[in-house]
């Protein structure tokens, strides 16, 4: 086998391993909660500043402003019980698509900080808040594509077994 048959073979082993799915969905889905927490009781402030964006027309941004925390939270808590695994993932990639667009042009724009992205929990340098919200992105892709239900709600919900494959009796 060829060098690189081989590390595809080995890196599609490592993506369809389903301790490393639950991981990344324990990872993302309480970065998720978090952060849709510690925007919640500032949700206004949070309006205010999408609309300072100047990305989205007013409407819009204050309807995601006010939407965002609780999708957030919901995403965060679906992910780490497995329930909606598919469409958690789906959601936490567009909030993250989108938080990578804002502070994209945040950047742009010449802003040193990123002031809601954990809401006013902490303060990140508006470059590590791309940084994370690509790497957060990632994971969230890698949860999407993720065939296996291991360890989660939506097994139980269809009783499918969900050992990882490299656990199977053949």
């Not at 389903?18 to 909660?33: C, D, F, N, P, S």
């Not at 949700?43 to 964006?53: A, G, H, S």
């Not at 900080?113 to 340098?125: K, N």
Request: charged content about 15%; glycine content about 6%.
């Amino acid at each position: 086998m060829s060098e690189t048959g081989s590390t595809a073979n080995l890196l599609k082993r490592i993506a369809s391993n389903g301790y490393l799915t639950l991981a990344l969905r324990i990872i993302v889905g309480a970065a998720l909660i978090l952060a849709g927490v510690a925007k919640a009781p500032h949700q206004w402030e949070l309006v205010d500043l999408i609309k300072d964006y100047e990305i989205l027309p007013a409407a819009l941004s204050q309807a995601y402003g006010l939407l965002l925390p609780w999708a957030e939270i919901a995403a965060g808590v679906c992910l780490i019980l497995g329930l909606f695994t598919r469409y958690a993932a789906a959601l936490s990639i567009l909030m993250f698509a989108s938080f990578t667009v804002a502070n994209s042009v945040s950047l742009a724009r010449g802003a040193t900080y990123c002031s809601q992205c954990f809401g006013q929990l902490t303060e990140l340098r508006s470059w590590q808040a791309l940084v994370l919200d690509v790497a957060f992105l990632v994971m969230s892709v890698q949860i999407l594509l993720q065939e296996k239900a291991f360890l989660s709600a939506d097994a139980l919900l269809t009783k499918r077994a969900a050992a990882p494959p490299r656990m199977r009796r053949s």
